[in-house]
């Protein structure tokens, strides 16, 4: 299908749903805030899961962290996010519009009115969104919502050293929330100025920056393609000098083909030492490891990808969705991961009679502490098996009529359409076995 078309297709799926709703709805919405709905959740959070388990539960040179969301300003002064955390702004004097100057196909001719020659000079905005902490609004009680997790691992660094009794090369990885203030979000969840992040801060001797900087590209570039993205949909595109960071000495980002074509989805940065000495000098306190085999004393390099949880959602869901045709009906599926999809199987009786419930609702119990599982007994199976589909759920479990006398149901794969017949007692480890890849 055409890629414009296939975005609509997603977001209306998205509502239709509910994995994403438009915040605020009720009273017409809050430009570029989103509430992720029952399904929005679920997959929301076996996206984190699943990137905990790569960067965390898997190594043991990782640990995690929670850091506060509200920041004090000499965090980000010395970070250099209240000089240099800014995008320039113009605005069309003919139609009032905003956009970000370096975002501008044509800089003489606004893309909204068409207006030639109509932009003020350009003038630089900070994203921080700025709050006061107590009941005085005044300069002495300034605070800042974070933009981003990373600074809380760099403040933290001694204290995770001292706890974790970790050595470099080791990370510190954190989810949750950060916030900016964007003058042109847009593209759904794409940019959006409330987002999740999935951030590691991976400290290393300074000489081995670029192996590992080299090692976290593969890595994250093999995470993706591992929970089911195709290959030709990603790519790796290392930053040219003029698009560094001040604290960069190389960066890449890995990148999606959108259906407005490639954008990012995850950066990795080699941040060198810039973080750990300019907190240092800031605060006065020493963020450097001593090497007692060697007697070196030296700060670390830090290696970190950062990548966007509500943004990578909105990727795995865009792959994930194809149309096909089954018993000459259009059928939507979204061919979701099954560690990514909301539900891993539902439950559905054959028919709404008393005498299966409460066979199904034995099923169902049987299911649910071992994973998230749909119910539904409403409507045709058919109908049933195609609104499962749509919701990526990789297995459909039938109780039918001959349940009452085998004691056994038929799971049906959300992808072969391949139909077996399992004993209910074999019925969580014949699941295990299937979602254990």
């Not at 921080?128 to 691992?153: C, H, I, S, W």
């Not at 930053?239 to 560094?244: C, F, I, M, R, T």
């Not at 030296?298 to 950062?306: D, M, N, R, S």
Request: glycine fraction near 6%; charged fraction near 25%; aromatic fraction near 12%.
């Amino acid at each position: 299908m055409p890629e414009p078309e296939l975005m609509e297709q997603v977001v209306n799926l998205c509502k239709r749903r509910g994995f994403v709703f438009p915040s605020a709805e009720i009273y017409g919405g809050f430009r570029s805030t989103y509430d992720y709905g029952p399904l929005g959740i679920l997959m929301l959070r076996n996206v984190k899961e699943a990137w905990w388990r790569a960067m965390v539960q898997c190594r043991d040179d990782v640990v995690g962290l929670d850091a506060a969301i509200l920041s004090a300003p000499r965090i980000w002064e010395a970070s250099g996010h209240l000089a240099n955390f800014t995008d320039p702004l113009v605005d069309c004097r003919k139609c009032n519009e905003r956009f970000r100057e370096d975002q501008l196909e044509d800089p003489t001719t606004c893309p909204n009115c068409a207006a030639k020659d109509s932009f003020t000079e350009a003038r630089q905005f900070n994203l921080m969104f700025k709050t006061f902490v107590g009941p005085v609004e005044d300069d002495a009680n300034v605070a800042y919502l974070r933009p981003e997790t990373a600074q809380g691992m760099f403040v933290n660094f001694a204290n995770v050293l001292n706890t974790s009794r970790k050595k470099p090369p080791f990370g510190i990885a954190q989810m949750g929330k950060s916030f900016r203030n964007e003058i042109t979000p847009g593209n759904f969840v794409f940019r959006t100025r409330e987002f999740e992040q999935m951030e590691m801060e991976f400290f290393v001797p300074p000489a081995e920056g670029a192996q590992w900087f080299e090692y976290w590209c593969d890595a994250r570039m093999r995470w993706y393609t591992d929970l089911g993205m195709p290959a030709d949909k990603l790519r790796l595109r290392h930053h040219d000098a003029e698009e560094l960071s001040h604290y960069s000495a190389g960066t890449a980002d890995v990148e999606f083909m959108y259906p407005w074509g490639w954008g990012e989805l995850e950066g990795i940065a080699n941040r060198t030492d810039f973080d750990l000495k300019a907190h240092a000098a800031a605060s006065g306190e020493k963020l450097e490891y001593f090497d007692q085999a060697s007697g070196e004393r030296y700060v670390p390099y830090v290696i970190e990808p950062a990548a966007g949880a509500t943004r990578t959602m909105m990727a795995f869901l865009i792959a994930a969705y194809t149309e096909d045709e089954v018993g000459g009906e259009a059928r939507t599926v979204l061919r979701l991961h099954h560690r990514l999809a909301p539900f891993k199987a539902a439950v559905l009786p054959l028919s709404k009679k008393d005498t299966l419930t409460p066979t199904a609702r034995e099923v169902l119990s049987l299911l649910q502490p071992h994973w998230m599982v749909d119910y539904d007994e409403t409507q045709s199976i058919g109908r049933r098996y195609r609104r499962q589909d749509e919701i990526g759920t990789p297995f459909c479990i039938t109780v039918d009529f001959e349940t009452l006398e085998d004691r056994a149901v038929t799971i049906r794969d959300r992808d072969s359409l391949d139909q077996v017949r399992v004993p209910i007692d074999a019925l969580v480890d014949e699941l295990r076995t299937r979602l254990s890849g």
